[in-house]
């Protein structure tokens, strides 16, 4: 739910202040025999009853869902979201997730991040079963929309995050300029959103993201409304500002493509309520670059993916 405010003749400080506190392999595919079940209020949960890994040993997962079932309540509806939904992700694993419009990925980030309590199951952030209000803060969160503040620079919209955290403003936009520095964007710092291309928008939003330095991302389909030249050269981009092992991700993405070239694992998600019904793991040698999508190995991963995508969709 978003919080609408107006905006009059209050000064910039005041404007940002109100934002602020707004702002806060080919081996075969294993398919998995989610069992049907009902869930209940505001958004979330859902787990098959086996956990998808990928070979943790006793190092914790970074995240893990148990048994995870939840319901979107509005007025009188209720809309079973997530069906006792089981999943882990290693750290420093990239994990991404495909299945159809509506199943639910994005009320299963927003668990995750502490947004949704769930009906049923549990939440773990590095072995530690959390609520919802102590997960507030353990990932870092990026979602469609870059969310850019028009008033702001490049440099102070980058700082935003440090600033909500508490950060002094001067130290909160000395190390986003530096930030932006490493990732070769320092020459846009004083430019306004206005003033970017969607690509370089969404770059701003993912400095703001990765300065938070929160070792969980959750990207919830940040290139989804990006043209397919401005999306593969994000991929590139992503690729060489976070190297594979940095921080442990979990990508929302309806693009199979994508996720085969960014993605350590893909596991897709039946219609909602969802489960997870299919598990593939990738193997491709990084950095992983557009030309690999010709490659048989590729297609065939992308074919199995697309067959289990079909098997969920609705008759």
């Known amino acids: 739910m978003a919080l609408v405010t107006r905006l009059g003749d209050e000064t910039r400080a005041d404007r940002d202040d109100v934002a602020l506190r707004c702002d806060a392999t080919d081996r075969p595919l294993r398919s998995l025999n989610p069992q ?188 989804a409304a990006l043209d397919a030249l401005t999306r593969s050269d994000l991929h590139r981009w992503l690729q060489d500002v976070l190297p594979g092992g940095q921080r442990t991700v979990l990508l929302v993405t309806h693009d199979v493509e994508e996720a085969l070239l960014l993605a350590d694992r893909v596991l897709v998600v039946s219609p909602r309520p969802a489960q997870v019904i299919a598990e593939e793991r990738i193997t491709f040698t990084r950095p992983r670059r557009r030309s690999l999508t010709l490659a048989p190995e590729f297609l065939a991963a992308k074919a199995r993916l697309l067959i289990h995508l079909g098997t969920a969709a609705p008759a």
């Open 36 to 223: 049907p079940s009902t869930l209940n209020i505001r958004l979330l949960a859902g787990l098959p009853a086996r956990l998808h890994t990928s070979g943790m040993s006793d190092v914790p997962p970074a995240i893990e869902l148990r048994e995870v079932s939840a319901t979107y309540v509005e007025r009188a509806n209720r809309l079973p979201v997530l069906d006792r939904l089981s999943l882990a992700v290693a750290p420093g694993e990239f994990v991404a997730i495909v299945g159809p419009s509506g199943s639910g990925k994005s009320t299963l980030l927003d668990v995750i991040a502490g947004l949704i309590e769930p009906d049923a199951g549990t939440v773990a952030v590095n072995g530690a079963v959390l609520p919802a209000a102590d997960r507030l803060g353990k990932s870092a969160y990026l979602r469609q929309r870059d969310l850019l503040m028009p008033w702001r620079n490049v440099q102070a919209n980058a700082a935003v995050a440090l600033e909500a955290h508490g950060v002094p403003r001067r130290e909160a936009r000395s190390r986003a300029l530096d930030r932006l520095r490493e990732f070769e964007l320092d020459a846009f710092a004083h430019a306004y959103p206005a003033q970017l291309s969607g690509g370089m928008r969404q770059r701003v939003a993912f400095v703001r993201t990765m300065l938070t330095d929160a070792p969980i991302l959750l990207l919830d389909e940040p290139f």
